[in-house]
C-alpha cells in the first residue's frame, strides 16, 4: 500500500504548493522511492479545459489528453512522473460525479448527503490504486474556503481509513516581513494552523514561505502555537528558482523528519541532479537568444511549458537561453537582428498569423535555426507553398475562407469520427530514416502531445518536397504530416505537436536540445 502526503496552503494563495509538493516527491525519489502526484481543485469547474487562459496560465495536456492547468507540468517536470485525467480532479467533477450517480440510482434511494457521498467520492480519487510508494496529493485553494471544506474533512477521514502512521499532512504558510519594525510575523501561520485544526487535521509539518531563514526563536514559537516540535517548522525561502527549493528542503532534514514520521531509515539522498541544475544557474555562462514570435505575452505563464523546456536545453547545451518575445502582430525583420534562433508556438486564430508566417520565412531565407510548434509548422508549410513552391494563396482553413487550403481540417484520416474537435494528447509518429528528425530523436518512431484541430494536407507533400522541404514525421497511417524540415538549411525543423509538454530539467528534450545547440553555434 502507498504511503500519502496532503499538501495544504493557508494564508493566501499562489504560495508555491505545487513546487512544494513536487520538492517533496524530489528527496524521497533521491532515496529511491517512487512518487505519484495527484491534485484536488474545490472549485466546481468540471474540468479546467472551460477555464480562461486568462486566469490560468497556459493549458497543459496529458498523455491521455486531458485539458489541464499549468500545476501537472510542474509535476511531470520535477518528478518524471505521467499524470492523467485522474490526476487533476476538481469538485465540479466530483459533484458530477455524485449527481450522475443519483440520476442513475445508484443510490438506492438513500438520502445523499455530503457526508458520506461526497466525501466518498473525493476519497475514491485520492485512493485510486498506484504501484508507487508515496502519493503525493495536493488540494487547491487556502485553508479557509468554503468549497475547500470538503476535501478537508476527506482527507482527514482518508488518514482515520488507512491508518495515521500511512498519512503526513503538509502546510504551507506565509510568514509576512514588516519592514519598518523589521519583524517576520507569525500569527498568520498560528491562524492558518488552528483553521486546519478546526477540520480535525494537525499538519505535520508546516513549510513557512519567508524572505529569509527563520530563526530558531521563531521556529520554536510557531512550533509551540501549532502543536509541533521545532525542527518540523521548514523554512520556505524565496529563491531565484524553483528548482533550487528540493535544496533548500533538503538542507533542512525534510527528508529525515518524513523518514521519523514514517517508520523508514534516515538515509542520504543523491541530490546530485538537481546540484547540477544549482550550478548552472550561478555559472557565468555565454547567453544565446531565442526570439518567440507569439501574442499570448500579456498572459502570465502562458507559454510556461515553452519557457521551461528553452532552459531545460540552455542546461543541456551550457549556455544561458534569453528569451526574446517578438509580437506576432507587429513582427518585421528588424525584431531578428539579435537573434540567434527563432520559434514559432503554438496559436489560434487569425490575430497575428501573418507575422508568424514572415517569421517562419525570415528565418528560412537567413539561414537562421528556427523551430516550429503546432501552428509553427503549420506557418512554416504556409510561407514555402507561398513563397517557394508558388501557390500565392496558400493558407490555412483556420485563417482564411479563399485560399488553396494547404492546412485544413482532414476528413479522410483516423480522426474523421472527430468532427471538428481538437486532436489532444499523444499520438505515435513514424520518423523518416536519414533526416533531421532521425538524427535528433535517434527513433524511427516517437510519441508526442497534441492540441491542435487543423493538419497539413498530405496531398501537398510530394510538391513540397519537390521544392525542398521533407515530411520527416507521419503519422503511422501515412495520412498526416507530423513533422517538415529542410534538408538545406542549418537548421529548421517543425512538429505538429508540443514537444515542450515532454521536457524536464535533467534530460531537456531532443528537439529543443538540438535548437539551442544549432542557435549556439550561430
Ligand atoms: N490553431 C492551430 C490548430 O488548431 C494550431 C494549434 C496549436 O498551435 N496548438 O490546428
Known amino acids: 500500500m502507498s504511503r500519502y502526503i496532503f499538501v495544504t496552503g493557508g494564508v493566501v494563495s499562489s504560495l508555491g504548493k505545487g513546487v512544494s ?44 489528453g486531458f485539458e489541464t492547468d499549468l500545476d501537472l507540468g510542474y509535476y511531470e517536470r520535477f518528478l518524471g512522473v505521467k499524470l492523467s485525467r485522474n490526476d487533476s480532479v476538481s469538485g465540479g467533477r466530483i459533484y458530477w460525479d455524485v449527481l450522475n450517480a443519483e440520476r442513475h440510482g445508484d443510490y438506492l434511494g438513500a438520502t445523499v448527503q455530503m457526508i458520506p457521498h461526497v466525501t466518498n467520492k473525493i476519497k475514491e480519487y485520492i485512493g485510486r490504486p498506484t504501484d508507487t510508494d508515496f502519493v503525493i496529493c495536493e488540494i487547491g485553494g487556502t485553508v479557509g474556503d468554503i468549497e475547500g471544506t470538503i476535501f478537508l474533512e476527506s482527507i482527514r477521514q482518508f488518514a482515520n481509513d488507512i491508518g495515521r502512521k500511512n498519512v503526513m499532512f503538509m502546510h504551507l504558510t506565509l510568514a509576512p516581513y514588516l519592514e519598518q519594525s523589521g519583524e517576520l510575523k507569525t500569527k498568520p501561520t498560528q491562524m492558518s494552523v488552528r483553521r486546519l485544526l478546526e477540520s480535525g487535521i494537525q499538519a505535520d509539518m508546516l513549510f513557512v514561505r ?43 532534514k525534510v527528508f529525515d523528519i518524513m523518514a521519523g514520521h514514517f517508520g523508514l531509515p534516515a538515509i542520504a539522498g543523491d541530490m546530485s541532479k538537481l546540484q547540477r541544475i544549482e550550478k548552472y544557474l550561478d555559472a557565468d555562462l555565454p547567453t544565446c537568444t531565442i526570439g518567440v514570435v507569439g501574442k499570448y505575452f500579456d498572459v502570465p505563464d502562458a507559454y510556461k511549458s515553452l519557457n521551461e523546456a528553452l532552459f531545460h536545453a540552455g542546461i543541456q547545451n551550457n549556455v544561458h537561453v534569453k528569451i526574446k518575445k517578438i509580437n506576432a502582430e507587429t513582427f518585421s525583420a528588424d525584431d531578428c537582428a539579435d537573434v540567434d534562433g527563432i520559434l514559432v508556438p503554438g496559436g489560434f486564430g487569425t490575430r497575428g498569423v501573418e507575422g508568424k508566417i514572415a517569421a517562419a520565412g525570415y528565418a528560412r531565407t537567413h ?65 523518416k530514416p536519414g533526416t533531421l528528425a532521425e538524427k535528433i530523436y535517434g527513433a524511427s518512431q516517437i510519441s508526442e502531445r497534441h492540441r491542435h484541430r487543423y493538419e497539413v494536407d498530405i496531398k501537398y507533400k510530394d510538391g513540397m518536397e519537390k521544392h525542398g522541404m521533407i515530411v520527416s514525421g507521419l503519422s503511422p497511417d501515412g495520412k498526416l504530416p507530423e513533422m517538415v524540415e529542410i534538408p538545406s538549411h542549418k537548421f529548421f525543423i517543425a512538429g505538429q505537436f508540443h514537444p515542450e509538454f515532454q521536457s524536464n530539467p535533467f534530460d531537456g528534450h531532443p528537439m529543443f536540445n538540438a535548437f539551442i545547440a544549432a542557435a549556439k553555434n550561430k
Not at 472549485?43 to 495536456?61: I, R
Not at 487550403?405 to 474523421?416: H, N, R, W, Y
Open 367 to 431: 539561414n537562421i535555426p528556427y523551430m516550429g510548434i503546432c501552428l509553427g509548422m503549420q506557418v512554416a508549410v504556409i510561407d514555402f507553398m507561398r513563397n517557394v513552391v508558388g501557390i500565392k494563396n496558400a493558407d490555412s482553413t483556420e485563417f482564411s475562407k479563399n485560399c488553396t487550403p494547404v492546412v485544413g481540417i482532414m476528413s479522410d484520416c483516423d480522426k474523421a469520427d472527430m468532427g471538428g474537435t481538437l486532436r489532444l494528447g499523444a499520438y505515435p509518429c513514424n520518423i
Open 21 to 64: 509538493a513536487a520538492s517533496l516527491g524530489a528527496l524521497l525519489q533521491s532515496r529511491g522511492y517512487s512518487v505519484h502526484v495527484r491534485k484536488f481543485d474545490p472549485y466546481l469547474n468540471v474540468d479546467p479545459g472551460t477555464m480562461s487562459p486568462f486566469q490560468h496560465g497556459e493549458v497543459y495536456v496529458t498523455n491521455d
Open 210 to 252: 519567508s524572505p529569509r531563514m527563520l530563526t530558531d526563536d521563531e521556529r520554536a514559537k510557531i512550533g509551540m502555537f501549532c502543536n509541533l516540535p521545532a525542527t518540523n517548522v521548514i523554512t520556505s525561502m524565496n529563491v531565484d528558482n524553483i528548482y533550487k527549493i528540493p535544496l533548500v528542503y533538503e538542507s533542512q
